[in-house]
């Protein structure tokens, strides 16, 4: 017997766990109905090429639309995060029209409750988020529109628009210096880059400046750090091994990475295109000699 999914309402889950989209024909999976909706702006071909005012009046968009809790006042919060860093970029209020929008121009829309009408991130500034996912949380009250920045999404000229710990300021109970809310990866470049920056000689400079002074060094210790960390696997060490011979490569890559002037961010854009073809027709597109897809 068929059972509903939060991941589209206006779907069915069968036995064989696909969904149907009906009368569009397009074939989706589901885990279990605890998933979280998601919403493809490129995954139902024809009606997310609508306006927003003609998808309010498709059966199925509209019913998905119908399943989240507006407010009284025909609201929810909409969250914008980074596709690839997962930064949270900004945070506005959505209505229907918005989000019909939003999945029909895959660019994040919002409501302004001062103006009383649309507005899209970047219509002004052209700093666009374009989006290629959209979330709705279990309780189906707030969105987050995944998506890519075209440039700084703060009106400041920040990248996000959250740049102010307030741990930072309770600890020093004076004005601190602006830093964004980063991922532990993200903090990890961000003190390379610092450590990049610095200058003068110092007596003994940091582990990471001489690896940065050093491409000879820097490159023997990446050989070096993949080695041990394919020993792990080949004999057969524990897993808090691995995880400590990881953490050694991903640290000494990114200092590499820094000495090119390459961010983690486009290695993470790759990743992302990469999923979108199998690991045998993305290999085959590369110039010949390039190692293998994933």
């Known amino acids: 017997m068929a059972a509903s999914c939060h991941r589209f309402p206006s779907l069915r889950l069968t036995s064989g766990s696909r969904l149907v989209a009906p009368r569009i024909g397009k074939v989706f999976k589901c885990k279990d109905k605890k998933s979280f909706l998601s919403v493809s702006a490129a995954s139902v071909d024809g009606s997310f090429r609508k306006s927003g005012k003609e998808l309010l009046l498709d059966s199925p968009v509209e019913s998905l639309l119908d399943s989240v809790k507006w407010d009284d006042k025909g609201l929810a919060v909409a969250i914008a995060q980074n596709v690839d860093t997962g930064a949270i970029l900004m945070q506005g209020f959505a209505n229907k029209e ?19 009408s649309l507005w899209t991130k970047g ?34 000229g920040s990248e996000t628009c959250y740049f102010s710990s307030v741990l930072d300021q309770i ?3 004076e004005d601190c210096e602006d830093r964004l809310a980063l991922t532990t990866l993200y903090s990890l470049e961000s003190t390379i880059a610092r450590r990049k920056a610095e200058t003068g000689v ?32 080949e004999n057969n060490e524990d897993r808090s091994r691995t995880a400590s011979e990881m953490a050694d490569v991903l640290y000494h890559g990114l200092v590499l990475l820094s000495a090119k002037g390459v961010k983690i961010e486009e290695v993470f854009e790759v ?7 199998s690991g045998i027709e993305e290999k085959s597109s590369r110039k010949s000699g390039s190692k293998e897809a994933m």
């Open 98 to 116: 918005a989000l019909a929008t939003t999945i029909s121009s895959r660019k994040a829309t919002f409501y302004s409750r001062s103006r009383s």
């Open 123 to 156: 219509e002004t500034s052209m700093n666009f988020i374009n989006v290629h996912d959209v979330f709705l949380d279990c309780d189906r009250d707030s969105i987050i529109y995944l998506g890519k920045p075209d440039g700084p999404t703060c009106h400041t």
């Open 202 to 233: 110092d007596e003994k400079p940091s582990w990471t400046k001489r690896l940065l002074l050093d491409e000879k060094l820097l490159c023997s210790k990446i050989r070096e750090e993949a080695d041990e960390l394919c020993q792990t696997l």
């Open 171 to 173: 600890k020093l109970l």
């Open 271 to 277: 990743l992302r295109k990469r999923f979108e073809k």
